[in-house]
């Protein structure tokens, strides 16, 4: 949902210290950040836990686009989850028990894709084709596997989130 007077992120230029292989994961990261900031900014604090025929709410798919970032940006290092980051996994979806509203969700994610540009510009494009394995069994994967499909599943989820945001609010 880019704006009418702005191009979408990746007709605006290349990102200042960003690899050049790794531009497309940084333009839709921030793209998906312009959507989510623009859908959320009105959303209805009371509708954020609500499913609509039972699929996941748009409190899930916030803390979700956060924690998947999270966690493949940390497989990508070379890293394994932490404990702190297996909770948050594990919290994904169940409403916290001090309600957060709409606009600290959505800055939690906003925040993580500042982590993420920032990664971004300190991956070595030598280092792309590096193995990398994912989760406790160690699924084969690379640093620009990773990378990208961080990028690929957050987009997904924005318009995930977009859908369940609309039909909630009857628009």
């Given at each position: 949902?880019?704006?009418?007077?702005?191009?979408?992120?990746?007709?605006?230029?290349?990102?200042?210290?960003?690899?050049?292989?790794?531009?497309p994961?940084?333009?839709?990261?921030?793209?998906?950040?312009?959507?989510?900031?623009?859908?959320?900014?009105?959303?209805p604090?009371?509708?954020?836990?609500?499913?609509?025929?039972g699929?996941?709410?748009v409190?899930?798919?916030?803390?979700?686009?956060?924690?998947?970032?999270?966690?493949?940006?940390?497989?990508?290092?070379?890293?394994?989850?932490?404990?702190?980051?297996?909770?948050?996994?594990?919290?994904?979806?169940?409403?916290?028990e001090?309600?957060?509203n709409v606009?600290?969700?959505v800055?939690?994610?906003?925040r993580?894709?500042?982590?993420?540009?920032?990664?971004?510009?300190?991956?070595?494009?030598?280092?792309?084709?590096?193995?990398?394995?994912?989760?406790?069994?160690?699924?084969?994967?690379?640093?620009?596997?990773?990378?990208?499909?961080?990028?690929?599943?957050?987009?997904?989820?924005?318009?995930?989130?977009?859908?369940t945001?609309?039909?909630?609010?009857?628009?």
């Amino acid at each position: 949902m880019a704006t009418p007077t702005k191009p979408e992120v990746w007709l605006r230029g290349p990102l200042p210290g960003v690899p050049g292989l790794l531009q497309p994961v940084a333009h839709a990261l921030l793209q998906a950040q312009e959507e989510v900031e623009a859908l959320m900014q009105h959303f209805p604090r009371e509708l954020l836990w609500e499913k609509p025929a039972g699929v996941a709410s748009v409190g899930f798919h916030l803390q979700h686009l956060r924690g998947v970032l999270d966690r493949l940006f940390t497989y990508a290092r070379g890293e394994q989850l932490t404990e702190a980051q297996l909770q948050a996994l594990k919290a994904e979806g169940k409403p916290p028990e001090v309600q957060n509203n709409v606009q600290e969700l959505v800055q939690h994610f906003s925040r993580q894709v500042s982590v993420a540009l920032e990664q971004l510009r300190h991956t070595d494009a030598g280092q792309l084709q590096e193995p990398r394995g994912v989760g406790r069994a160690q699924l084969p994967s690379t640093v620009l596997g990773l990378l990208v499909h961080a990028a690929e599943h957050t987009q997904r989820h924005v318009g995930q989130l977009l859908v369940t945001a609309r039909v909630l609010q009857g628009t």
